[in-house]
């Protein structure tokens, strides 16, 4: 099982709570990616992490979303106060980071329910 | 404001037959173009990509060809088959600043029939 994993792979919570969502990137890989799918559209970047660093967190929505990945290997995406507008399929992908041009490897998605 | 579009939200043809899933884009700082199929409750499964410098890459039954004075995309898939039923998203990015992070269109479904 080498590929990008997700946890969990499915959450449910109420309105104005806290959530985590973990992401393990696969072996080796230096960038890390999360992005957002809601039903109808396509995955909507939300940050990206070059080693332990956030290089772009230009999609997060609003403040009340945060990532960090502190040894460079797993992340995690903290939602607070969460909305029901947040429902959605959070996706996680790795790529290796050293080439000029490198495809971005998914992880199965945790579906975030807001009740 | 979409900056990659697939105006065709399904696609349905025979088995055997060609496919072919079209993509445009609107942003010219687009230097890297990737097709991602996607199945139910999985994440999406890179297909094939191709850089700004070519204008066509093959591999086994998928094409791309990207004609940048059009800004569009196209994927082609032959021989169609039943297992590439799924939906399939065009993504883009720019290189520039060096994020790589991709802009997704909204993706259309494939259905292949027996």
């Known amino acids: 099982g080498a590929g990008v994993s997700q946890t969990p792979s499915n959450k449910v919570t109420e309105k104005g709570k806290y959530v985590e969502l973990r992401c393990d990137p696969i072996?080796?890989?230096?960038?890390l990616y999360w992005y957002r799918q809601s039903l109808g559209q396509g995955p909507e970047f939300l940050i990206y992490f070059q080693g332990t660093g956030a290089a772009d967190d230009s999609g997060l929505p609003n403040d009340r979303f945060f990532a960090v990945r502190p040894e460079g290997s797993v992340s995690t995406l903290k939602i607070q106060r969460t909305e029901r507008g947040d429902s959605a399929v959070y996706l996680c992908a790795s790529s290796p980071g050293f080439y000029q041009y490198n495809e971005q490897f998914f992880g199965p998605g945790t579906r975030l329910t807001v009740l | 404001d979409q900056q990659v579009k697939q105006n065709s939200p399904s696609l349905s043809v025979q088995e055997g037959r060609i496919s072919i899933l079209n993509c445009d884009y609107t942003?010219?700082?687009?230097?890297?173009f990737l097709w991602y199929k996607k199945y139910p409750a999985e994440g999406p499964t890179f297909l094939i990509s191709i850089s700004s410098i070519k204008d066509k890459n093959e591999d086994g039954r998928f094409t791309v060809f990207l004609n940048k004075s059009a800004k569009h995309l196209s994927l082609h898939i032959v021989p169609s088959q039943p297992g590439d039923s799924a939906v399939y998203f065009c993504?883009?990015?720019?290189?520039?600043?060096?994020?790589?992070?991709?802009?997704f269109g909204k993706g259309t479904k494939l259905t292949v029939n027996p």
């Open positions: 072996s080796g890989h230096t960038a």
């Open positions: 942003n010219s700082m687009f230097d890297y």
């Open positions: 993504a883009a990015s720019a290189h520039q600043g060096g994020s790589e992070k991709l802009v």
